[in-house]
C-alpha cells in the first residue's frame, strides 16, 4: 500500500505541476558553399532519429528533455554538425551551415529499428550522458532500473555478476538486445548474458528501450522489450578519459578510453580498456571480469565503413542457487524440514545457521562459471543518391567457455564409467569434478536500406532483414575422480551440437497523412530452423529438429491534437520459438512445447510544453500515459524451477494476458531541480490455469479444475522516481526511490511461494571541477540502499511429498545487499 501511495503521490504532483521538463530548439541548416537551403537533412537527438529538415532546411523540435544533449544533424555529402543543447524553457535557435565533404555517421543501420514519435510505440531513450552519470561499474540493467516498468536483481546481490532485468515482468529471455543492429540474445537460450561484455555501457553512445513488441528488430522476438544499443559514434577530436570506481564489498571499476580524433581527413580509432571486480555481497560469489572496445573507421564522401571488435572474459563464482529460505527467516523448524528431506546436509544447514542471508551453497574454491565472448563488427553506411542511404553489417561472435563444478556421490554409469573393485568391495560411486563446456559461434549479416525523400519529409521507409547463423557444441569433461574407473584426462560424458538458422525480413513505413495525423505499418517474415544432435549431461537423447515460420505486422497511428499534445495507437503481432531447455529439459507429463503468440496493444497520450513558466522563466512539461494490452497465445510462463544450470523451467499456457497502464513524468526549473516519475499499474493473468503437484512417487498430478492465476515474476506495481538538484555549481544530488510490489515465484498466487514486496532508496552525489589543463574532474559517490532494507529480488520453488507424508515447499532466495557504497574518481582530457 505505501508503494502505491507513494508513487500515486508523486504522479498526482507531476500531473498538476509538469513532468516532462524540455525547451524548444529550433533553426536551418545550409549548405555552407552557397547558402542553399538542405531539405531532408536528418535529425537526431542523443543517436535517435527524431525527424528531417522540411524543403526551407528547416527543423523545430518543440522540446527537448532537461540536461546536456548531443544534437546531431547530418545530410549525404556534408560534415555532420554537432551541438551541445539543454532542455529549457526558452527558445534555442541557431541556423548552421554544413560543409561538404561528410559521410552519413553510422546511423543508418540503427536508425532503421529505433522507434520515434512517428512509430506510435512507447519508448525511452537515453544518452551517453544519462548513462554516465549513473555508471560506476555496476552492469547494465542496473543503469536501466529508473526505467518505466523494469525490475532488476543480481545473482552476488550488487549489481556485478550475473544480474538480470525484466520489463514488464518478462526476462531478458523475452527482450530481444541488438549492440549496433546485430542481435545480442543467446540463439538459444534467448537470454543477454551482459556479464559477458563488462563495462558496454562506457562504449555506448545511445540507447533505446522499446517496450512491448516495440518495431520489427533482427534476433530473438521482443515479448516484453527491447533494447537497442548503438557504440557507432564518430568523435572528431581527440580525446581521452579514465574512469575510477571503488566501494563496499572490495568492488573496484578501472578504465581507460581513447580517441584519435579525425586523423588524416578520413579516419578515427576509438578504444577502451575495463577491469571490474567485486568479491560480492554474497559469500563466495566474487566476479573477476575484463574487457576491451576497440573501433576503426574511414569515412570519405557518402560512405563511412567502420570495424569494431569487442570482448569480454568473465570468472564468477556460481552463486545461482540462492539461499534457502530459513536463511532469510531463521526458522529452525523450516530449517529442520529442508535437513530432513535431503535439501541440506548437516554442514550446510550449520553454516546457514552461521551465514545467516549472505550463505553460500557452494564450499569448493573453484565452484566457478568462465565465459570468454570476442564480437567482430564491420559497418558499412552508404550514401545512394539523395533521398536513400544503406546501412550493412557482417558479424562474428565467437564463444567459449565452461563451468567447473564439485559433485559428490556421482554414479560411475552416468558419466558412462564402469564400476571400481578394491579388494572385495565394489564401488558404484564417487567424488568427482567436472566442467561444462559451450564452444560456439555465431555469424551473419544485416542490412536496412532507408528511403527519406529530400523534398519530401512526410514520407520514411526502411526494407530491412538479416540472416545469422549459430553453432554451438555442448559437452562435459571429468576433470578429477577420487576413483578414476576407465576415465581418461579429460573424459567427455556428454556431447551434442546445436545448429540454429535464423532469416528475417521487414518493410516498414511512416506517411504524414495530413498534419495531425500520420500512419505507420510495419510487417516482418521471420524463418527458423533449429536442429540437436547428441546426448545431454544426464545420457538423454536430446534430438530435436524444430522448424517455424512467423509473419508479425504491425501498424499503428498517431493524431496531433494541437501544440504539444499526441494521441498515438499501435497494434503488434509477435511470435516466438520455445528455447532449448523447452525441449531438453522438458518435465514428464507435460506435452511438447510450443511457440508463442502476442497480441500487443498499446495507446497512449503525450503533452509536451515549454512554455507554461510555472515554476520560473525556465519550465517546461512532458507528461505520458500509456494503456498496454498484451494477449498472449500459448505463453511460455517460469513454473518457478531452475535446471542445474539456474534456466527456468517453463510450461506452455493457452491463454493468458499482461493489461496495465504506465505513467512517466519529469519535471525541471532552470535545470537546478528536476523531478522525474514513473508508475506502472498491471494485471497479469493466467486464464484457466491448472496447477501441478507431485505424489509421493515423484510422479507429477495436475489439477482437474482450471482457475485465474497471476504469472509469476510479474508485480502489479512498479514504481521509480528521481529527485535531482545542483545545490552548488558543478555539484548535482539525486535521490533515487524505487518500489516493487509482491511478485510470485510460480503461477498457484500462493503468498507462501512468494517475494514479499520492497522499497529501495539511493543516494548519488557527483562534483564536476573544469580546470585549466584537462577538460574535467569529477568526483562521485553512490549510496544503494540507504534504509538498510533487508530484501530480495529474485527466486525459485518446487515441492513435492516429503518424509513427512505431507507436501512440501522449498523457496530460495536470491537475497540484495544492505547499505552499501561506491565512489568514483573519473578524468577527462
Known sequence: MKTVLFAGAALLALATAPAWAQGPVSGTITD?????????????????????????????????????????????????????????????????????????????????????????????????????????GQDLPYLLDQTPSAVVTSDAGAGVGYTDIRIRGTSSTGINTTINGVPLNDPESHGSFLVNLPDLASSVNSLQVQRGVGTSQNGSAAFGASINISTLDNRREAYAETQNSYGSFNTWKNNVSFGTGLVGKYFTFDGRLSRIASDGYMNKAASDLKSYYFAAGYQNKSTLLKFITFSGREKTYQAWNGVPEPALTGNQAQLQTYLDNGELSAADAARVRQEGRRYSYYTYDNQTDNYQQNHYQLHLSQGLGSDWNLGAALHLTRGFGYYESYRANRKFAD?????????????????????????????????????????????????????????????????????????????????NTARKTDFNAYARATWQVLPWLGLYGDAQVRRILYK??????????????????????????????????????????????????????????????????????????????????????????????????????????????????????????????????????????????????????????????????????????????????????????????????????????????KTVSRQYLDNSTNEGRSINPYQVLDLRLRYALHPSFMKEIELALLVSNVLNREYVANGYTYGYIGVSGQQETFNWYYPQATRNYLGSVNLRF
Open 415 to 495: 558419466y558412462g564409467l564402469q564400476n571400481v573393485v578394491l579388494g572385495g568391495d565394489t564401488l558404484t560411486k564417487t567424488n568427482l569434478v567436472d566442467r561444462k563446456w559451450l564452444d560456439n559461434y555465431f555469424y551473419g549479416g544485416t542490412f536496412a536500406l532507408n528511403y527519406q525523400p529530400k523534398d519530401n519529409d512526410k514520407i520514411q521507409a526502411t526494407l530491412g532483414g538479416g540472416w545469422n547463423r549459430f553453432d554451438n557444441d555442448h559437452y562435459g569433461e571429468i576433470i578429477w575422480a577420487q576413483y578414476a574407473s576407465t576415465s581418461t584426462l579429460g573424459q567427455r560424458y556428454y556431447f
Open 532 to 737: 540437436i544432435d547428441g546426448v545431454e549431461d544426464e545420457q538423454n537423447d536430446v534430438t530435436t529438429r524444430a522448424n517455424y515460420t512467423f509473419f508479425n505486422p504491425k501498424a499503428g497511428a498517431t493524431i496531433a491534437l494541437g501544440h504539444g499534445q499526441q494521441l498515438y495507437g499501435s497494434f503488434a503481432v509477435g511470435q516466438r520459438e520455445p528455447v532449448r531447455a523447452d525441449f531438453t529439459d522438458r518435465q514428464a507429463g507435460y506435452p511438447p512445447a510450443q511457440a508463442e503468440r502476442l497480441n500487443d496493444f498499446e495507446a497512449g497520450y503525450r503533452f509536451t510544453r515549454a512554455d507554461l513558466g510555472f515554476l520560473g522563466p525556465r519550465t517546461a512539461v512532458r507528461v505520458e500515459a500509456n494503456y498496454f494490452d498484451m494477449t498472449y497465445r500459448n505463453q511460455l510462463v517460469a513454473t518457478g524451477q531452475l535446471n542445474d544450470v539456474g534456466t527456468a523451467l517453463r510450461t506452455n499456457v493457452a491463454r493468458s494476458y499482461r493489461r496495465g497502464v504506465e505513467l512517466t513524468g519529469f519535471v525541471a526549473a532552470d535545470d537546478k531541480i528536476s523531478l522525474s516519475s514513473t508508475l506502472t499499474l498491471s494485471r497479469n493473468r493466467i486464464l484457466d490455469y491448472h496447477d501441478v503437484t507431485y505424489d509421493a512417487n515423484y510422479a507429477p498430478v495436475v489439477a482437474a479444475e482450471g482457475r485465474t492465476t497471476t504469472i509469476s515474476y510479474s508485480p502489479s506495481v512498479v514504481s521509480a522516481h528521481t529527485l535531482e538538484g545542483q545545490p552548488l555549481k558543478g555539484l548535482r544530488v539525486a535521490a533515487l526511490y
Open 32 to 136: 555552407a558553399r552557397t547558402g542553399e537551403a538542405l531539405p531532408g537533412a536528418t535529425i537526431l537527438l542523443d543517436g535517435a532519429a527524431i525527424g528531417t529538415t522540411s524543403a526551407a532546411g528547416a527543423f523545430n523540435l518543440s522540446a527537448v528533455p532537461a540536461g546536456s544533449h548531443e544534437l546531431r544533424i547530418t545530410f549525404l555529402g556534408y560534415e555532420p554538425l554537432v551541438r551541445q543543447v539543454r532542455g529549457q524553457g526558452a527558445e534555442q535557435q541557431f541556423n548552421a551551415q554544413l560543409l561538404p565533404g561528410g559521410v552519413l555517421t553510422g546511423e543508418a543501420l540503427i536508425t532503421a529499428s529505433r522507434a520515434s514519435d512517428r512509430t506510435a510505440t512507447v519508448y525511452t531513450n537515453l544518452s551517453k550522458q544519462d548513462l554516465n552519470k549513473r555508471n560506476f
